[in-house]
């Protein structure tokens, strides 16, 4: 059962009600609703929802996806038709938010809506990739074969991804601890060294020492500016990464930063080709294929790349000619991708090549973890070393004045 949320007209009085209906689709709501003695003006399905504070909550893991995908492609595999199928899953599945999109699906497809129809209304949970992928197994009717095929990209993109989020928690942690410490040392430690040396005639601080007081200073009368200060950066930082310009330098920073540039590059790569073998598999068509992996892979130098390459094999040409010699790709895709065109395979070389930079992505992550520990030692000895000549410095003027005996 969906849950509807409707608007309706009480003919007895004429004024609007509005609550909420328990029903198998519309229409059996607006049945639903008239039996109440009620006229429906508006009917909408809770789940469907694009409030920014429902949608985060609603969101469904990839882990669910994956399960879901394989109990169907079970299901299917074993002769139960679809709409058994989605109800069995729909009966097994523990995320909430699934559940009821499943319902909602389940009404479509009674209603006569194709199954890959019926699954776009919902792309915040099954993208593209995922619909183009049941679409294609729909007409072939492969249908099964398809979700098994989604279900393994899922599991893969989902362990990738982990991996690189993995890399980058454990130098996220140790930033925040550093500001941390140096936060209590600018609001603890520094005015109480200033008190000490306040009442000494003749004592002229360091720069050093008066610089870290000035900014300890602001921060404990101005903290609120701070906060302010921290919340409208963040806010702006984060609204300009999502427009055009924003991500055009950010997705470059990703592409050719050091350390991180070589492990996003094959990050791409590897989304490219795994996707690229996916639909393949199920028949897509080449052009389609190119079109659907350029939103996927989720860098917009990268996708500006991949459509120029469509418009190129439009014209006549093959794909690993209109890669070669781009800096969006390296160089070993092309190549290839050339040998799959040759051989026929072009399928069996994308999957050889999302192997490849799979195993290359586990490489670069653990050269980066190699890296950025002494890099994090450094900058925490460097922190290290200002506060404690901050605090040092001026002991040792006053003894070279011999203030102190």
């Not at 399928?347 to 890296?371: C, F, Q, R």
């Amino acid at each position: 059962m969906l849950t509807y949320k409707f608007t309706a007209r009480n003919p007895v009085d004429g004024k609007r009600v509005s609550s909420e209906v328990q029903a198998q689709d519309e229409k059996s709501a607006a049945q639903a609703i008239t039996a109440q003695g009620l006229a429906p003006l508006e009917i909408t399905p809770i789940v469907a929802s694009s409030a920014p504070g429902r949608s985060f909550l609603n969101r469904v893991r990839t882990k669910d996806k994956v399960i879901f995908s394989r109990q169907l492609s079970t299901l299917i595999n074993a002769g139960l038709p679809l709409v058994q199928s989605l109800r069995t899953v729909d009966k097994q599945t523990t995320s909430k938010s699934l559940r009821a999109i499943i319902q909602k699906i389940v009404a479509d497809v009674e209603a006569g809506s194709a199954f890959s129809v019926a699954l776009g209304k919902f792309p915040a949970t099954f993208n593209r990739v995922y619909v183009s992928l049941v679409a294609a197994g729909e007409t072939s009717g492969t249908l099964d074969k398809a979700l098994e095929r989604l279900a393994d990209q899922q599991e893969k993109d989902a362990e990738i991804l982990a991996k690189v989020r993995g890399a980058m928690t454990y130098p996220a942690i140790v930033l925040l601890v550093m500001v941390g410490v140096l936060g209590f040392m600018l609001v603890k430690v520094l005015p109480q060294v200033q008190e000490i040396y306040k009442g000494l005639p003749g004592v002229k601080l360091p720069f050093i020492t008066q610089m870290l007081l000035s900014v300890s200073h602001f921060v404990i009368h101005f903290w609120w500016v701070v906060i302010i200060l921290l919340i409208i950066i963040t806010f702006v930082t984060t609204r300009w990464a999502r427009t055009g310009p924003g991500k055009l330098v950010i997705d470059k920073f990703k592409m050719r930063a050091w350390p991180i540039g070589p492990l996003f590059m094959k990050l791409y790569m590897a989304r490219f080709a795994r996707t690229g073998t996916t639909l393949v598999a199920s028949g897509v068509p080449l052009l389609q294929m190119l079109s659907i992996t350029s939103e996927a892979v989720d860098n917009v130098h990268i996708s500006k790349s991949i459509d120029s390459a469509a418009e190129k094999v439009k014209g006549g040409k093959a794909l690993s000619e209109t890669l070669v010699g781009d800096p969006n790709f390296l160089e070993l895709v092309p190549n290839m991708i050339r040998i799959g065109e040759q051989s026929g395979a072009l399928e069996t070389m994308l999957g050889k090549t999302a192997d490849y930079y799979e195993k290359e992505v586990d490489n670069e992550i653990k050269a980066i973890s190699t890296i950025i520990e002494p890099v994090l030692m450094v900058i925490m000895g460097v922190m290290a070393l200002i506060i404690v000549a901050a605090i040092l410095l001026p002991i040792y003027g006053l003894v070279g004045k011999n203030i102190i005996r």
